[in-house]
């Protein structure tokens, strides 16, 4: 099992929203950081928005306004809720996260597809 495993994606049309979670496995696994990132093919992983150890956020390009992240669940998920979703969203979202088990380590989540129809 990986250490971190994201939930939510799927297909919906323009306007709509999607919230997506990525969780920490593990009883003593928590979450420190966290870091969304998105990609289509042909391109490079875009950084959409991170949270740091106090749980402050920030959002780039067109996330801002629309997407936001936070805690789900004491410490071992972080959302990530995206609304007003539009064509150009389509793409598989990542979460990256600085994690805790007794010392502190790097992960990726596996990826997950979103998919806005016009």
């Known amino acids: 099992q990986a250490p971190l495993v994201e939930s939510g994606g799927g297909l919906v049309q323009a306007g709509g929203s999607l919230r997506l979670s990525c969780a920490a496995k593990?009883?003593?696994?928590?979450?420190?950081?966290m870091d969304w990132y998105r990609q289509t093919p042909g391109n490079q992983r875009e950084l959409i928005a991170t949270?740091?150890?106090?749980?402050?956020?920030r959002y780039f390009g067109s996330a801002a306004g629309r997407f936001t992240v936070g805690r789900d669940g004491a410490n071992n998920a972080v959302y990530l809720q995206m609304n007003n979703l539009q064509p150009e969203d389509t793409a598989v979202y990542y979460c990256k996260a600085e994690l805790s088990e007794e010392r502190k380590f790097e992960a990726w989540g596996q990826g997950i597809q979103v998919t806005v129809s016009s």
């Open positions: 949270m740091d150890y106090m749980g402050s956020t």
């Open positions: 593990g009883f003593y696994v928590s979450i420190n950081t």
